[in-house]
């Protein structure tokens, strides 16, 4: 597996501050925030983003949903799904996340982001009181049998390789920020669980309606 490293390289040096994270966020009327969301293939993580999307933008929200699939389509297109690619797949997502939170955005990651090494470099990314680990808890089975792209059945003819679920592990969250087991809730109940949770994150003072 790749190592996942924060350090800028030997060129690169930092700018002067422009505008502040503050300045951005203030302008929105929000503290920004970045809802990482993981989770099987098919367990509803990109139907629970979209949930939460429409709802903190009904609520007046400045947000941005960053999913898997659009950005295998261009920015991680040269990437395959070895143990490697999934690294750095997810360290360039965590890039473009930690950039987005800069300007003030509440980001929303639905990514199956697999292994624990992954997750806590997207956390650390930004601030402590800036990430929320989602943990989209649905059984292997459930998401088997949904299935909605049928890769599973893909992946169990041995058409697809390194299908997270099959053939490559995934890594559950032991002590997610919130676990929404979809086989008992909503997606737009789900939502309202993490904009509780975003509330408590922001404390009392932040505007998080």
Same mark, same amino acid.
């Given at each position: 597996?790749?190592?996942?490293?924060?350090?800028?390289?030997?060129?690169?040096?930092?700018?002067? $501050?422009?505008? =502040?994270?503050?300045?951005?966020?203030?302008?929105?009327?929000?503290?920004?925030?970045?809802?990482?969301?993981?989770?099987?293939?098919? $367990?509803?993580? #990109?139907?629970? $983003?979209?949930?939460?999307?429409?709802?903190?933008?009904?609520?007046?929200?400045?947000?941005?949903?960053?999913?898997?699939?659009?950005?295998?389509?261009?920015?991680?297109?040269?990437? =395959?799904? @070895?143990?490697?690619?999934?690294?750095? +797949?997810?360290?360039?997502?965590?890039?473009?996340?930690?950039?987005?939170?800069?300007?003030?955005?509440?980001?929303?990651?639905?990514?199956?982001?697999?292994?624990?090494?992954?997750?806590?470099?997207?956390?650390?990314?930004?601030?402590?009181?800036?990430?929320?680990?989602?943990?989209?808890?649905?059984?292997?089975?459930?998401?088997?049998?949904?299935?909605?792209? =049928?890769?599973?059945?893909?992946?169990?003819?041995?058409?697809?390789? +390194?299908? @997270?679920?099959?053939?490559?592990?995934?890594?559950?969250?032991?002590?997610?920020?919130?676990?929404?087991?979809? #086989? @008992?809730?909503?997606?737009?109940?789900?939502?309202?669980?993490?904009?509780?949770?975003?509330?408590?994150?922001?404390g009392p003072d932040a505007s998080?309606?």
């Amino acid at each position: 597996m790749g190592e996942l490293r924060p350090d800028a390289g030997p060129r690169a040096v930092d700018q002067p $501050a422009r505008a =502040g994270k503050a300045i951005r966020a203030a302008a929105k009327g929000q503290k920004p925030a970045l809802v990482w969301l993981t989770g099987l293939p098919g $367990a509803g993580k #990109t139907t629970i $983003a979209t949930a939460l999307d429409r709802e903190l933008q009904r609520l007046g929200h400045h947000t941005y949903v960053l999913d898997g699939d659009v950005l295998r389509r261009g920015l991680n297109r040269d990437l =395959g799904f @070895t143990d490697a690619d999934r690294v750095e +797949n997810i360290r360039r997502v965590a890039e473009v996340a930690a950039l987005m939170v800069d300007a003030g955005l509440i980001v929303i990651a639905s990514f199956i982001s697999p292994f624990e090494v992954e997750r806590a470099y997207a956390r650390g990314r930004v601030q402590a009181d800036e990430f929320l680990e989602v943990f989209v808890d649905t059984p292997l089975a459930v998401a088997e049998e949904r299935d909605p792209k =049928g890769m599973y059945k893909r992946a169990r003819l041995g058409e697809l390789v +390194n299908f @997270t679920g099959v053939d490559s592990r995934y890594e559950a969250p032991t002590a997610p920020d919130v676990r929404i087991e979809t #086989t @008992t809730t909503s997606p737009e109940a789900a939502a309202e669980a993490v904009i509780a949770a975003l509330r408590q994150l922001a404390g009392p003072d932040a505007s998080v309606p």
